[in-house]
């Protein structure tokens, strides 16, 4: 079944099934665009719960 939508990135129309293998965005570029907010901090899960840059910090493995 194939079900036709807008693009959460740029708007445009776009595939949600199988065949469209960025669903649900419409091409790669509009995925890669998504997922460099995300990494950015752009976009983000909202929450209740506060997590100091402090207690982040001493979390990373990378740190020691």
Same mark, same amino acid.
């Given at each position: ?9 740029? &708007?445009?129309?776009? $595939? ?10 419409? %091409? ?7 997922? &460099?907010?995300?990494? $950015? ?10 997590? %100091? ?12």
């Amino acid at each position: 079944m194939k079900t036709q939508h807008n693009c959460p990135q740029c &708007g445009k129309p776009a $595939e949600y099934n199988c065949d469209n293998k960025w669903r649900p965005f419409c %091409s790669e570029r509009c995925r890669l665009i998504d997922l &460099g907010d995300w990494i $950015e901090g752009h976009n983000r899960i909202p929450s209740d719960e506060y997590v %100091s840059k402090d207690a982040i910090d001493d979390n990373n493995p990378l740190k020691h």
